[in-house]
């Protein structure tokens, strides 16, 4: 099965910018849409970014659409979340995730394969 490792995770201030990674082993990923989500305490893991298995197509959450960036390189196996304009509310465990399903808002139960997370924390 596919295993994902996420990281990149750190502390930074609000204003900042921070690029998280998540590396895939055990088979390529150029079959699966891609995706980040995250999970702040006290909160249910959410979407933030998806990306379809060729890289054509991404989506974003309305929270972090303008702001943050979802790229893949399959030739590395490998796909990456740049966030930029970081704000305190960003502040979580982002995990990777990958889906058979089309790119779009994807749920929770839509995912086959989860990383273990990276943690992100935005100061103000």
């Known amino acids: 099965q596919v295993q994902l490792v996420e990281s990149g995770g750190g502390l930074v201030q609000a204003g900042g910018s921070l690029r998280v990674s998540c590396a895939a082993s055990?088979?390529?990923?150029?079959?699966?849409?891609m995706a980040w989500f995250r999970q702040a305490p006290g909160k249910e893991r959410e979407f933030v970014a998806s990306?379809?298995?060729?890289?054509?197509?991404?989506y974003y959450a309305d929270s972090v659409k303008g702001r943050f960036t979802i790229s893949r390189n399959n030739a590395k196996n490998t796909v990456s979340l740049q966030m930029n304009s970081l704000k305190p509310e960003d502040t979580a465990v982002y995990h990777c995730?990958?889906?058979?399903?089309?790119?779009?808002?994807?749920?929770?139960?839509?995912?086959?394969?989860w990383g273990q997370g990276t943690q992100v924390t935005i100061s103000s």
């Open positions: 995730a990958a889906s058979t399903t089309a790119p779009r808002w994807l749920t929770k139960g839509e995912i086959a394969y």
């Open positions: 055990g088979r390529t990923l150029s079959t699966y849409a």
């Open positions: 990306i379809s298995s060729g890289g054509e197509n991404a």
